[in-house]
């Protein structure tokens, strides 16, 4: 039998107009729970938190699922949010709210930040599978809490490839770029989310050559700088090299992460 890479789990027996639905969308197979087999890489499935991605495998961490009401991100946006490297990297500040891009929205973790201090937020994923996680999330978030919901009004999102073919409908102050996927030493896995999208979406990047991840990142970089009035913000791990290797004019350190600058002329 031909193994499956991904299919959506029904959660009934009579599958639910949006699991139909759904399945069209992503073009994948929809089965019940008994029918998954080993072949199986990953499935989704609607649970009480919303639609979730899981890793069919022994020793799978959790499902992930996109969830702005979630501890860890309430416990982001309270953290002293001026003083992170994010904020400070885009240029926020009270009398400065940036229109931004984030061309590689993934779970839209950052995206959120960013539209929780005021800023309208344009997300391009080109995922289809992280795209329908990400609009499933919006949707709940929008009938959240009211902290919450307030913020997804700043949020688009657009199920595109980020690249120099892109017409933006307004000029844009900020492009900020988060792309696949830092090298993770097994000792330090990554955290169980960009795991699972590591692991769904890393294959096309660990089957180029390293001229050739390079070249697409130059050229990311380059449609990025093309577009931003202001700034390209790109989030690298703390020792990865510089996007496209092209060096930034400014470098915000945090303990993990880097948040390379590039001023537009
Ligand atoms: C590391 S994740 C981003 C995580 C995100 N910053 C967050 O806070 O959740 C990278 C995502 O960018 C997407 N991506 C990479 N290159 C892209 C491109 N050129 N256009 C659109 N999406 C892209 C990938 O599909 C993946 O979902």
């Known amino acids: 039998m031909k193994s499956l890479q991904i299919v959506l789990v029904q959660c009934q027996e009579l599958a639910s107009a949006e699991e139909i639905t759904l399945s069209k969308s992503l073009n994948i197979s929809i089965i019940v729970f008994a029918q998954l087999t080993s072949s199986t890489k990953f499935y989704l499935r609607f649970s009480n938190e919303g639609l979730s991605l899981f890793l069919n495998e022994a020793k799978a961490p959790g499902a992930v699922s996109v969830n702005f009401s979630q501890a860890s991100m309430q416990r982001r946006m309270k953290n002293s949010?001026?003083?992170?490297?994010?904020?400070?990297?885009?240029?926020?500040?009270?009398s400065n709210l940036p229109s931004i891009v984030d061309g590689t929205a993934g779970l839209g973790k950052?995206?959120?930040?960013?539209?929780?201090?005021?800023?309208?937020?344009?997300?391009?994923?080109?995922?289809?599978?992280?795209?329908?996680?990400?609009?499933?999330?919006?949707?709940?978030?929008?009938?959240a809490d009211a902290a919450?919901?307030?913020?997804?009004?700043?949020l688009q999102l657009r199920n595109f490839n980020f690249d120099a073919t892109i017409k933006l409908d307004q000029s844009v102050d900020v492009v900020y770029l988060d792309p696949m996927f830092p090298e993770s030493k097994r000792s330090a896995?990554?955290?169980?989310?960009?795991?699972?999208l590591q692991r769904l979406l890393g294959g096309e990047q660990r089957a180029r050559s390293k001229q050739e991840n390079?070249?697409?990142?130059?050229?990311?970089?380059?449609?990025?700088?093309?577009?931003?009035?202001?700034?390209?913000?790109?989030?690298?791990?703390?020792?990865?090299?510089?996007?496209?290797?092209?060096?930034?004019?400014?470098?915000?350190?945090?303990?993990?992460?880097?948040?390379?600058?590039?001023?537009?002329?």
């Not at 949010?81 to 009270?94: H, L, Y």
Request: positive net charge; hydrophobic residues 40%.
């Open 81 to 94: 949010i001026s003083k992170q490297g994010i904020v400070k990297a885009v240029g926020i500040k009270r």
């Open 214 to 265: 390079q070249r697409d990142e130059f050229n990311l970089l380059d449609a990025a700088k093309n577009m931003a009035e202001k700034r390209v913000v790109v989030k690298r791990g703390k020792a990865s090299p510089y996007m496209g290797a092209c060096k930034p004019d400014v470098e915000f350190k945090g303990s993990s992460n880097r948040y390379d600058v590039y001023l537009s002329v």
């Open 189 to 196: 896995r990554v955290k169980k989310d960009m795991y699972l």
């Open 148 to 154: 919450v919901a307030a913020v997804i009004p700043n």
């Open 110 to 143: 950052d995206s959120f930040l960013l539209a929780s201090l005021g800023c309208s937020v344009t997300m391009y994923e080109r995922s289809p599978i992280v795209h329908a996680l990400l609009a499933d999330g919006l949707q709940r978030g929008a009938t």
